[in-house]
């Protein structure tokens, strides 16, 4: 049983997915890709997308074995009870986690960036709360407010790329596959962590009311945000060259090295405000999916009155799990992202393959 | 009972929220608390970094709006303060003491270092300027041949600032514009060098201040490795420029073997184009030049509506080019040995492959490299006049 009444539409949750994959790709993405796959980190986001499909195609087939299921209340059918609460136990452990890393990567970010006197507990705090509020009013909040703020920020990206037309170099392409192919697979290991992230859908396609065409739209979604990503890093790639990797935040750089007709400049200020609801749309999707991986592990009727609490443990979290930004960007670097990459991706596709073989026996002693 | 719970409650609530606003005056930076930093300047003297600021003066700003210039300099709207540090951190660190506001550097469009300064290397400066978070990645950046604190203590009579003036300077494209991303790309690039317009200070004009003049675009400062190694003036700094990609706004006499006079050419499109080659194990690097321009002065007795006059005049001037590129190949090639062009960076794009094995003695390969020049330039235009002007009894003939 879910613990929300309420319903989204499948191309909903796909305008939720792109900012829950960009909105921290967009800062780390580049600079992670570039220091392993030097000139040619663009290709990587391309590699690294496979990660998406694979995450896409074990939701959308756990989704079709168990209808109706979220991958937690699947796990307990699957494994058993205790076995199965032990899956939920590792999610339930790790959102946390996770959510607290992109909140203090979000504060991080405001405070080098555009706030560098006010205290990282205010920045992070107004924002969780916030969040929290988006969250404990419902799914239909967080997918009307994501229609709303992606909008804007695929504007925001169209924006700085368009004013920047004039300083990007598309010699920088070259040489192309300068150190051949391995780099570039190796670059996308961070991709991949972000394409992973499209295991969410194993936690909210039951909240999908027209199940018709969710796979060519989530396909399509997919397509999207890796074409977002791969722009993203070629245009910081004609712009800086090999310099990417020596900056905290490429495209931060990027946005204010617009200069157009000596006034339009100094705009960062404006890009950091649209980028912030991008990150309000991340922070919401995960922070929601927690309460339900909480409330259906715990097996609590409404996830309502969790919200608040858990929002809380992950403020702790972003305290807990870092101390100062080399030890945040060290946590969005190439270790971290395998770790991200097994529980968002091997460990579900894990439980998936446990699923069909469960299927294909069952149905074997159905016919003897 | 219960709604009066929730009427307290509620109340404390709001007066909860009204501590919040109260925070909003606890860090207040207000505008008249800040210096804006307009220009920024380093320079080098006894084993020291100088960092100066060209800090803008609201106030008199208004003034001279509303007074006109009574005064005898009529901008006078920006001061400088310099301070010393053995890094430019600490020279930050003891400049802030001098100003009795919160020094801002976000507007600082223009960075000029003095070739003394450009001596020590750029590395640290780059750093600093790249990692302090307010420095903009957009602001053009000089040299100058002085001291870069006396090009910044200028009042332009003309602009509000002198740093406006050299920005204007850099967007004219007068010499290199240079911004201070692509000097740190230019560095880190394999070629490793770069080149920076050189800023000289014209001298006053008689009965004004000393202060009260333009700082002005005079030769090319050449980066090698990151270091100032040499300033190329004209006619060498021409063809720097021209083989750099960055010649624009030039106006140049071009003579006629056997005839009296020149003819003055001014371009309207200069481009060099880099084509590298390594055939049988020879490297080889071809520069064509695209040039278009329009005739502005003929102090020759000839008619340029002759149009085999005219390919003479294009001939000629296609080879002045040749001259001047060659100047600038023998002073980049053999004198410096910099590779002032990126030639390494063409090279790496050509072939890396080959570049990552002969990375090692580039150097070598560099100096003895052939270079073949070729050049391809049209005049569109004669100006307005077709037949030389001002050549006394020229109508009776």
């Known amino acids: 049983m879910l613990p929300d009444k309420g319903k989204i539409s499948a191309s909903q949750l796909a305008i939720m997915i792109f900012p829950t ?20 980190m663009w290709l990587s986001p ?10 896409i195609g074990i939701s959308l087939g756990l989704n079709s074995l168990y209808p109706g299921k979220t991958i937690i209340e699947v796990s307990s059918q699957v494994l058993g009870w205790l076995p199965g609460k032990l899956f939920g136990f590792v999610f339930f452990f790790y959102w946390p986690h996770l959510i607290g890393l992109i909140i203090r990567v979000y504060g991080e970010f405001i405070s080098s960036n555009a706030l560098p006197e006010t205290p990282l507990f205010v920045i992070m705090g107004t924002m969780t709360a916030v969040c929290a509020l988006n969250v404990r009013l419902g799914i239909e909040v967080v997918g009307r407010t994501s229609q709303i703020f992606v909008t804007l920020l695929a504007f925001l990206l169209c924006l700085i790329f368009v004013l920047l037309i004039g300083e990007l170099n598309p010699k920088e392409l070259l040489p192309f596959m300068e150190k051949g192919l391995l780099p570039t697979l190796k670059g996308a290991v961070s991709p991949a962590a972000w394409f992973s992230e499209y295991i969410v859908l194993a936690f909210l396609l039951p909240f999908v009311h027209n199940r018709k065409n969710v796979t060519p739209i989530m396909l399509s979604s997919l397509v999207v945000t890796a074409i977002a990503m791969v722009a993203t890093n070629l245009f910081c790639l004609f712009l800086l060259g090999d310099l990417t990797d020596s900056f905290a935040y490429p495209v931060m750089i990027a946005a204010r090295y617009i200069t157009i007709a000596d006034f339009l400049q100094h705009i960062e200020a404006i890009v950091i405000a649209i980028w912030i609801f991008g990150i309000f749309v991340k922070i919401s999707v995960f922070l929601y999916i927690f309460t339900i991986t909480a409330a259906q592990w715990l097996g609590v009727k ?67 | 009972m219960k709604t009066k719970g929730i009427k307290y409650s509620l109340a404390f609530f709001l007066s909860l929220l009204c501590g919040l606003l109260l925070s909003g005056c606890w860090d207040r930076n207000e505008i008249n608390d800040l210096a804006i930093v307009l220009a920024t300047g380093i320079d080098y003297s006894h084993q020291k970094v100088e960092l100066t600021a060209q800090i803008f003066i609201p106030r008199k700003s208004g003034s001279v709006s509303s007074t006109g210039s009574s005064e005898s300099s009529p901008s006078g709207v920006t001061m400088i303060r310099t301070a010393e540090g053995s890094t430019i951190a600490e020279a930050l660190n003891r400049l802030q003491r001098k100003v009795s506001r919160e020094m801002f550097w976000g507007h600082c469009e223009v960075v000029v270092i003095s070739e003394q300064a450009g001596k020590q290397g750029l590395r640290e400066y780059l750093d600093f300027l790249l990692r302090y978070p307010q420095f903009r990645e957009h602001a053009y950046v000089f040299t100058s041949g002085g001291e870069a604190k006396e090009v910044l203590a200028l009042l332009d009579p003309l602009e509000r600032s002198s740093a406006e003036s050299l920005r204007e300077m850099a967007n004219l494209g007068l010499g290199s514009r240079v911004t201070l991303l692509e000097l740190a790309q230019s ?11 050189r ?42 420029l021209l083989l750099s990609n960055e010649l624009n706004n030039f106006i140049m006499p071009i003579e006629l073997p056997q005839v009296k006079g020149a003819f003055s050419i001014r371009m309207n499109k200069v481009k060099t184009k880099l084509t590298p080659s390594i055939v049988n194990g020879t490297w080889g690097m071809g520069v064509h030049i695209e040039s278009e321009g329009e005739v502005v002065l003929n102090t020759t007795n000839y008619d340029l ?68 020049i070729t050049g391809n330039v049209i005049i569109t235009d004669t100006g307005k006049s077709i037949e030389p002007q001002g050549i006394p009894h020229q109508a009776s003939n």
């Open chain 2, 305 to 372: 509506a002759n149009p085999v006059m005219l390919s003479k005049v294009e001939e000629a001037w296609l080879n002045r080019f040749k001259e001047l590129a060659e100047q600038a190949l023998q002073l980049a090639q053999k004198d410096l040995s910099a590779d002032i062009y990126k030639f390494a960076d063409q090279f790496r794009r050509y072939n890396a492959g080959i570049w990552k094995k002969n990375q090692e003695n580039w150097l070598t390969i560099y100096r003895n490299m052939e270079v073949e």
């Open chain 1, 302 to 368: 409404s996830y309502k009155p969790l919200v608040f609490p858990l929002s809380y443990l992950c403020m702790v979290f972003t305290y807990w799990l870092v101390s100062d930004r080399p030890g945040a960007s060290s946590l969005v670097s190439t270790s971290a992202n395998v770790y991200t990459l097994v529980i968002l991706l091997v460990l579900p596709a894990a439980l998936y393959l446990i699923a069909l073989l469960k299927r294909m026996l069952g149905r074997k002693k159905k016919r003897s």
């Open chain 1, 46 to 55: 391309i590699w690294g997308s496979v990660v998406g499909v694979a995450a």
């Open chain 2, 187 to 197: 560095i880190a690039s394999p070629s490793g060098s770069a080149i920076l317009s």
């Open chain 1, 21 to 40: 994959i960009m909105a921290t790709a967009i800062l780390s993405v580049p600079s992670l890709t570039m220091h392993y796959a030097g000139h040619d």
């Open chain 2, 199 to 240: 800023m000289l200070i014209s001298p006053a004009d008689p009965g004004q201040k000393k202060l009260a003049t333009t700082p002005y675009a005079k030769g090319i400062s050449l980066f090698k490795d990151g270091y100032y190694v040499k300033t190329a003036l004209e006619p060498v700094s021409v063809g720097v």
